[in-house]
């Protein structure tokens, strides 16, 4: 359905396209990560993160990774969604708490997100709390959560899907 093949790692967020959520933090964070790793691809899906918003696909084209990001605009498939996801991750710069993160932790995906609001406290040691605006971070910690074998992501997962039970 996303032209993603099945052999790729991919990384996502449900998100909306609003300054709270710094998603040029995220597409710069995504352009390192590209220039780095290959296999990759990003899902983005919420409000404004679709084809039809002349300035995120401004803030797309001058980033350069078109080619590995997937727009999907407002889902609610968010099941589905997280079930093709090895990570989670949220570039906010301002936050409470995302319910998306908690979705995501219940459905036993590891996340990456930013130290904003009360998402280190959420996370915990399920996953990798960075810096606020820190594009560098952000991608280098997809890389460590990548860099896990299959069963050691999915230990991280029942680890965030047992906290958030707890």
Known sequence: ELGIP???AVIGSLTRFVPEKDIPNLLDAIRICKQHREQVFFILAGEGMDANNPQLQT????????DVVRLLGVRRDTEHLLNIMDIATLSSCREALPLFLVEAMAAG????ATDVGDIAECIGKTGVVVPKQNPNRLAAAWARILALSPGERQQLGQQAQAQIKQ
Not at 59 to 66: F, M, N, P, R, V
Not at 109 to 112: E, F, I, R
């Open 59 to 66: 803030l797309i084209t001058q980033s350069g990774c078109g």
């Open 109 to 112: 995906v590891p996340c990456v």
């Open 6 to 8: 099945s052999d790729c």
